[in-house]
C-alpha cells in the first residue's frame, strides 16, 4: 500500500455527486481524486495511475526502530550502520513493508518476493526470514503466524 502525504493511503472518490460545491468539499476532506459518475473505465485508471505516482515518492523511505530501508535506493541503515542484503533478501524485505500489517502465507511471499517461476521449497522463505529478523533486529516485528507464514508488525 503506498501512503500519501498526510500518512494515509491514497483516496479517490468516485461519486454521481457533480456539483462544483461536492467536488471541493471532497478535495477538501482529503481526496487525492474526485471523479464523477458516469466515468470511462480508462480514465479512472489513468487517473488511479497517476495518484500512485504521485504518492509513491513519500514511501521511498521507511522507517522502523531504529532501521532505516531507502526502497528506491535499495539500501539499508541499522543504529546508522549500513546493514547489507542479499538481493533477495531486500525483495523479501520490501514485500513485507509494502504489505505491514498483512498475514501473508509462505507460498504468498514465494509468488511476491520470489516470482511466479520460482520452484523451490516454502522452506527458503523460512531461512530468509530468519536472517532478516537478525540483521534489523525485528525478531519482535517479524511475527510468524502458526501454519500460515509471516506478518510485519507495525503500529499505525
Given at each position: 500500500?503506498f501512503?500519501?502525504?498526510s500518512?494515509?493511503?491514497?483516496?479517490?472518490?468516485?461519486?454521481?455527486?457533480?456539483?462544483l460545491?461536492?467536488?471541493?468539499?471532497?478535495?477538501?476532506?482529503?481526496?487525492?481524486?474526485?471523479?464523477?459518475?458516469?466515468f470511462?473505465?480508462?480514465?479512472?485508471?489513468?487517473?488511479?495511475?497517476?495518484?500512485?505516482?504521485?504518492?509513491?515518492?513519500?514511501d521511498?523511505?521507511?522507517?522502523?526502530?531504529?532501521?532505516v530501508?531507502?526502497?528506491?535506493?535499495?539500501?539499508?541503515?541499522?543504529?546508522?550502520?549500513?546493514?547489507?542484503?542479499?538481493?533477495?533478501?531486500?525483495?523479501?524485505?520490501?514485500?513485507l513493508?509494502?504489505?505491514?500489517?498483512?498475514?501473508?502465507?509462505?507460498?504468498?511471499?514465494?509468488?511476491?518476493a520470489?516470482?511466479?517461476d520460482?520452484?523451490?521449497?516454502?522452506?527458503?522463505?523460512?531461512?530468509?526470514?530468519?536472517k532478516?529478523?537478525?540483521?534489523?533486529?525485528?525478531?519482535?516485528?517479524?511475527?510468524?503466524?502458526?501454519?500460515?507464514?509471516?506478518?510485519?508488525?507495525?503500529?499505525?
Amino acid at each position: 500500500m503506498f501512503i500519501n502525504r498526510s500518512g494515509f493511503a491514497p483516496v479517490i472518490f468516485i461519486t454521481a455527486k457533480d456539483g462544483l460545491e461536492h467536488r471541493l468539499n471532497g478535495l477538501s476532506l482529503g481526496a487525492d481524486d474526485y471523479i464523477v459518475k458516469p466515468f470511462e473505465i480508462l480514465e479512472m485508471l489513468a487517473r488511479i495511475e497517476a495518484v500512485l505516482r504521485r504518492t509513491k515518492k513519500t514511501d521511498a523511505v521507511f522507517t522502523l526502530d531504529n532501521a532505516v530501508i531507502d526502497l528506491a535506493g535499495r539500501t539499508v541503515k541499522v543504529g546508522g550502520l549500513d546493514v547489507d542484503l542479499s538481493p533477495q533478501e531486500f525483495e523479501l524485505l520490501d514485500v513485507l513493508i509494502r504489505n505491514r500489517n498483512i498475514a501473508l502465507s509462505r507460498e504468498k511471499l514465494l509468488e511476491l518476493a520470489w516470482g511466479y517461476d520460482y520452484a523451490g521449497e516454502t522452506r527458503t522463505v523460512d531461512t530468509h526470514i530468519q536472517k532478516l529478523r537478525s540483521k534489523l533486529g525485528w525478531e519482535d516485528r517479524i511475527k510468524t503466524l502458526y501454519k500460515l507464514g509471516y506478518r510485519l508488525e507495525v503500529q499505525p
